[in-house]
């Protein structure tokens, strides 16, 4: 059986450590990276199977790594699957996350069992295609009713928008 090769980011110690084992459990050899920055790096230097990142995170967030790697003109870097990871508790994360490039978003704080199957799940999707519209938007029009993103998703987005 292949090892899989997978990249957790995560300023959170605690939140990359269960990762990391529940990784560990499914097979899975896994490298660290206490934020976007750090994980680009790991990223780009290592074949990698997954990554599970951490939106909110200091320096590079979640949706810059995210941004950047989604626009990386090697398909090995640019089409490994994502699963996002955070405790915002947002109406539009899930759409925004998914239209920078998600595979997956599972919520804070983690559940082992939600947690793997995110993992297989994104592990069985078809490579992502980059960088929706989508995600330019504050208020998708296929959402009525749900209000706008919150400050801090909203800084987030912005920054990852406008490339740092």
Known sequence: MMTLRSLV?????????????????????TFEAAD???AWHIAKDK????????IEMPGR??????????????STIADVPVV?????????????ALGFG????VRKPLSKLDFQKAVQRAMAS???EGVSPEANSDHPSDDPGVGPISPTLRR???RARRGL
Do not use: C, Y
């Open 9 to 29: 980011a995560d300023d959170v110690r605690h939140n990359r450590t269960l990762a990391v084992h529940w990784l560990k459990e499914l097979g899975h050899e």
């Open 36 to 38: 976007g920055g750090e």
């Open 47 to 54: 074949p990698l199977d997954l990554i599970v990142t951490d």
């Open 61 to 74: 967030s979640g949706l810059d790594f995210l941004q950047q790697l989604r626009g990386h003109e090697i």
């Open 84 to 96: 996002v990871m955070s405790s915002l508790q947002d109406a539009l994360l899930e759409k925004l």
């Open 102 to 105: 998600a595979t997956i978003v």
């Open 126 to 128: 078809p490579p992502s």
């Open 156 to 158: 987030i987005a912005d």
